[in-house]
């Protein structure tokens, strides 16, 4: 879990739990067994284990489920440690779990499911019997180790899937604000884009590749210590682009909390399941953080920009300050 006995610069801004903080937010986590009502596992975070946990969920109540599962590679998450397998080890391993998730999805939902290069050809094939695949989304991660005798790793994967062929997808919600090299003209107007005081710019369509993230460091104000955390405006352009305001939003891998931040902080609701009970703890603390800050970094006035343009720093809180208890009421 994350531990506030690290040394840290004076600028890091990396969101830390304290052990009374995790005493607090431990007692707000659902427990199995779980109520069978929808209304009372809404916008909760479970503390247990996904593979067991989805058989006590409500039947067809996501809307939108997002899965960043262990990519195939042995990494430890806090206590617990993922270990490599063959491609087709890894392959039955997701398919063996994945059918338990399908009941809790919704006629019309989306499926989003993060991979890497060494464990993509298996999501796909597993997926392609389930879902109706749609696409697959590369996105430049910046962060990686460079290789002797191999190029670097610096992208991951996400496959888009849905349930069936009538499903929600909101384009215009996640158009990408880019600025003009070559600002074509006619008839001496601007044609497809704007011109602005801080230059020329225009929205246009988001493809399957993604260029314009960064994973979180030490001083973005949503980074945690998780080994795998995925960024904030990266998750604000699946919410966004596949679930309207109210719906729910599932992930459960849910690790330090983004998915479920970046739904309150839209207005969706949502279910995260976390297996280890730090990292649970730590995403209900980003959860009370998203009451008083719903800035997400790279995204604002429904726009996004390019790398951490449209950078918005948290104003309100800080967060290596301790909440206090009485923030927590209501879980």
């Known amino acids: 879990m994350a531990s506030t006995a690290k040394l840290r610069a004076p600028r890091n801004r990396t969101l830390t739990l304290s052990a009374s903080e995790k005493e607090i937010y431990s007692k707000q986590l659902l427990h199995p067994p779980l109520p069978r009502e929808k209304d009372k596992i809404l916008n909760q975070i479970i503390w247990g284990d996904a593979l067991t946990v989805c058989q006590e969920l409500p039947e067809a109540f996501a809307d939108l489920l997002i899965l960043d599962p262990p990519y195939n590679l042995t990494k430890k998450f806090g206590n617990e440690v993922f270990r490599e397998m063959t491609l087709v080890e890894y392959e039955k391993w997701f398919d ?41 989304i590369t996105w430049e991660r910046e962060k990686g180790r460079g290789a002797r005798m191999n190029w670097k790793n610096a992208s991951e994967d996400l496959w888009f899937c849905t349930v069936s062929n009538d499903y929600y997808f909101n384009v215009d919600a996640v158009k990408l604000k880019k600025k003009v090299i070559a600002p074509y003209r006619e008839n001496g107007l601007p044609k497809d884009w704007q011109a602005t005081e801080e230059g020329d710019f225009r929205l246009t369509h988001p493809s399957n590749l993604w260029t314009d993230l960064t994973v979180p460091f030490w001083s973005m104000p949503e980074n945690t210590d998780h080994p795998t955390q995925k960024p904030e405006k990266l998750m604000t352009k699946l919410i966004l682009a596949s679930s309207r305001e109210g719906d729910l939003v599932f992930d459960p891998f849910l690790g330090s909390g983004t998915t479920a931040a970046v739904a309150k902080k839209l207005g969706r609701n949502f279910l995260g399941i976390e297996l280890n009970e730090g990292f649970a703890c730590l995403a209900a603390k980003r959860l009370v953080l998203a009451e008083f800050d719903r800035a997400i970094q790279g995204y604002s006035g429904g726009v996004f920009g390019e790398r951490n343009s449209l950078n918005v720093q948290s104003q309100q809180t800080d967060p290596h300050r301790p909440l206090q208890p009485d923030l927590f009421a209501g879980g």
């Open 96 to 136: 063996s779990w994945l059918v338990k998730l399908l009941p809790t999805l919704k006629p019309r939902a989306s499926i989003y499911v993060c991979g890497d290069w060494k464990s993509s050809a298996a999501l796909h094939r597993v997926l392609d019997r389930h879902f109706s695949v749609r696409n697959r």
